[in-house]
Every structure is written in C-alpha cells, then in structure tokens.
Nanobody
Framework: QVQLVESGGGSVQAGGSLRLSCAASGYTWRYYSMGWFRQAPGKEHEGVAV???????TYADSVKDRFAISRDNAKNILYLQMNNLKPEDTAMYYC?????????????????WGQGTQVTVSS
C-alpha cells in the first residue's frame, strides 16, 4: 500500500522559514519523480517543485531562489526547504509521486498524493 505522509507545516511570519517532509512507503521510490504542490483557498492547484530520480530539480517561478526540494533515497523522505516565506505562500502543501522520470514542474503527472500539511504565513 502506497503512503505519502507530509509533516512540518505550521504558522510563521513573513520572512521566516519552514521545512516540509514527506515520508514515502509502499513503492520503489528511488525511480519516481517526486513533487510538492499547493492549493490556497479559492485558487487552483499549483506545482511548486519537482525532483527527478537523479536529483535534478525544477521550480515554479514564484518560489525559485526561495524554496529548495531534496530527497533522501536511503530514508525515502522528500523535503521542501522554504525560506523567505511570503503571505502568498499560504496554502495546503501536498507531496506527490509520479512513476516516470525524468519529469519537470510542467510535465509531472502524479499518481500518488499525500493528505497535505498546512502552511500559513502572516504579514
């Protein structure tokens, strides 16, 4: 049974940092492209960052130079380091897995999703 479990969300002030984690189990994770998505109330689902099996990463323009995606293949954990957070980063953040690699922020097609973790940034 495939499971993606996110953690690390919370409330911070603008300019602060958070690190999200996603623990994966139930599939051969190392060959999958992994991504972080987010959805704010009243807004569309948005891809934030994607990392391929070879660790190459791509980002949405809105988070480039502020967020960093990484993966620990030994522990099956995906991370999203978020720095210089802004109020517009407030959203539910989801971890997702795509069985194909390479994938980028524009081509990823997830087949597995986590339940999400809330990030709230106050001004």
């Amino acid at each position: 049974q495939v499971q993606l479990v996110e953690s690390g969300g919370g409330s911070v002030q603008a300019g602060g940092s958070l690190r999200l984690s996603c623990a994966a189990s139930g599939y051969t994770w190392r060959y999958y492209s992994m991504g972080w998505f987010r959805q704010a109330p009243g807004k569309e689902h948005e891809g934030v960052a994607v990392i391929e099996d070879n660790a190459r990463a791509t980002y949405a323009d809105s988070v480039k130079d502020r967020f960093a995606i990484s993966r620990d293949n030994a522990k099956n954990i995906l991370y999203l380091q978020m720095n210089n957070l802004k109020p517009e980063d407030t959203a539910m953040y989801y971890c997702a897995a795509d069985s194909w690699s390479p994938r980028t922020i524009t081509t990823i097609r997830p087949i597995y999703w986590g339940q999400g973790t809330q990030v709230t940034v106050s001004s």
